[in-house]
């Protein structure tokens, strides 16, 4: 096998981060490794790849253009999520109904090659399957509000012991902040409205409040070390009083208004720290990737609708009866 050349960019790795370059090196290798096994026959092993009789073997070129092709693919679902979804659904639907066929010249060995394919597309592509997530719609509906939420916790540095408030808590955002803080070991107070508060204290929450709620008269001043604030609005003032010295807000919503009344002598009096929370910080999706695969969360589905029922998915999302997420479907 020909030694690989060491581009500038892999010698420019090696010496910013030289345990990440030794992992790379090593996966780089095995997967150079298992590409040659596979392109170069044996004494056993005849035409490589596929279902026809004139399939044969690889150039070397064509071995190392198609291992590149691979590592690429391999960062690619590595960092992008979007490109891990569609591989989700792509191994979900394809990858069990593909069958191959070896052509080694030898029953057994063709046999084994062919139970190890069936095997890795049942067992191992299915990424969905081995996590446990009978839906994709159960995937679908982790990325943006349990990031954005995690953004927030992340943001105002929710600690363990510490008293939250959490606003808007049986939407999607809401209802993935009470989870995510739990699992912190925070103290949760969740404000919802209507008849939510069952299903918000199922989620995790230690205290369920009316939306309405008047906070000077539950709680009195200095109460809460941070609050988790999705929709804005007349309480925007009643939460910031209800926060301790040095607490800290977060936001990342305004459904019940954005335009908002500050005592700046709350402000500085205080101490207190405000945070507006959009663009997700960079450890947000690994940290909630690994949450997922722990199953220190899980979804939270009020419903899901066809792509075509888009219009009756958005009557419903209005009503505000929902706790949690509402997909569509493709």
């Not at 992992?23 to 490794?33: G, P, W, Y």
């Not at 939306?211 to 925007?236: E, Y």
Request: charged letters at 20%.
């Amino acid at each position: 096998m020909p030694t690989p050349k060491i581009s500038l960019f892999e010698r420019a790795i090696a010496g910013l981060a030289p345990r990440y370059a030794l992992e790379r090196a090593i996966a780089r290798d095995k997967l150079t490794l298992f590409g040659y096994d596979a392109a170069h026959p044996g004494t056993l092993r005849g035409n490589s790849g596929g279902m026809g009789k004139n399939a044969g073997s690889e150039t070397s070129k064509m071995a190392m253009d198609r291992l590149a092709l691979m590592w690429d693919a391999r960062d690619l679902e590595r960092n992008m999520p979007v490109i891990r979804c569609v591989l989700d659904r792509t191994s979900q639907y394809v990858c069990g109904t593909v069958q191959y066929q070896a052509q080694t010249g030898d029953e057994q060995v063709d046999s084994v090659y062919e139970s190890y394919w069936q095997n890795w597309c049942n067992n191992v592509a299915d990424i969905t399957g081995r996590h446990n997530f009978r839906m994709l719609v159960e995937l679908a509906s982790f990325p943006c509000a349990f990031s954005a939420a995690e953004n927030i916790l992340g943001r105002i540095g929710l600690n363990a012991g510490e008293r939250v408030l959490i606003t808007g808590a049986s939407g999607g955002v809401g209802s993935a902040a009470v989870q995510l803080a739990k699992r912190r070991g925070a103290e949760v107070v969740a404000m919802v409205g209507g008849d939510k508060a069952e299903a918000v204290r199922a989620l995790g929450a230690d205290l369920v409040v009316p939306r309405d709620v008047d906070l000077q008269a539950q709680f009195g001043a200095d109460h809460f070390d941070a609050a988790v604030d999705i929709v804005g609005g007349a309480g925007f003032g009643a939460i910031l009083n209800a926060l301790k010295r040095g607490g800290r807000y977060g936001v990342a919503g305004a459904i019940s208004g954005p335009l908002v009344e500050l005592d700046l002598r709350t402000l500085y009096l205080k101490d207190l720290r405000l945070f507006g929370c959009t663009v997700l910080d960079p450890e947000v999706f690994p940290n909630l990737v690994g949450y997922i695969e722990r199953a220190e969360i899980r979804p939270c589905i009020a419903a899901t609708y066809p792509l075509a029922e888009i219009v009756q998915a958005q009557e419903a999302f209005l009503t505000k009866r929902h706790v949690g997420k509402i997909v569509l479907t493709l």
